[in-house]
Nanobody, 121 residues
Framework: QVQLMESGGGLVQPGGSLRLSCAASGSFFSINAMGWYRQAPGKERELVARINTDDSTNYADSVKGRFTISRDNARNTVYLQMNYLKAEDTAVYFC???????????????WGQGTLVTVSA
């Protein structure tokens, strides 16, 4: 069973920075794309950023130029560097990964439990 463990959330003032981390653990064959999603109160979950195994990335328009996603394949970890944070970035941030299991090479969409980011003065 694969687990994703997020860390790095917290309270930050507008204009500040935070770095989220998400590490995968357990037994699997490989991890393909990894990403970050967020869900603000009363809103649907939305894509923030995603990174593929070739390090190609895509971002939500609202975070382009402020957030950077990266990954360390040796550590099965994905990061989200968030700069120039705004109040509207306040949300629970979820890590996501496309995991390939070892036995039959099936793909599983795995989610972390989420970490809260609050941007407030």
């Amino acid at each position: 069973q694969v687990q994703l463990m997020e860390s790095g959330g917290g309270l930050v003032q507008p204009g500040g920075s935070l770095r989220l981390s998400c590490a995968a653990s357990g037994s699997f064959f490989s991890i393909n794309a990894m990403g970050w999603y967020r869900q603000a109160p009363g809103k649907e979950r939305e894509l923030v950023a995603r990174i593929n195994t070739d390090d190609s990335t895509n971002y939500a328009d609202s975070v382009k130029g402020r957030f950077t996603i990266s990954r360390d394949n040796a550590r099965n970890t994905v990061y989200l560097q968030m700069n120039y944070l705004k109040a509207e970035d306040t949300a629970v941030y979820f890590c996501n990964a496309d995991v390939v299991e070892a036995l039959f090479r099936r793909h599983f969409d795995v989610w972390g439990q989420g970490t809260l980011v609050t941007v407030s003065a």
